[in-house]
């Protein structure tokens, strides 16, 4: 049951744990780029760096995660 519990059943799909987050940082991506794009000061620059990589540091994550399930 050790295996599992990064997995969270919904009906009966086992996604992973990490597809929440992952699914976060791409919304607020996006809100971001779409909406603050075209005033991008220093700030902006440091929100969007923060932004892809988490994005892209649960996204691997979740991908690992999906990659070894045991089910």
């Given at each position: 049951?050790?295996?599992m519990s990064s997995f969270v059943r919904i009906?009966?799909?086992?996604i992973p744990?990490?597809?929440?987050y992952t699914t976060f940082f791409f919304t607020l991506l996006i809100v971001f780029v779409v909406?603050?794009?075209r005033s991008l000061s220093l700030q902006g620059v440091?929100?969007?760096v923060f932004g892809v990589?988490?994005?892209?540091?649960t996204g691997y994550e979740t991908w690992r995660q999906w990659r070894l399930k045991p089910v």
């Open positions: 049951m050790e295996a009906s009966h799909l086992m744990r990490y597809i929440f909406g603050y794009a440091f929100a969007l990589s988490g994005l892209v540091i």
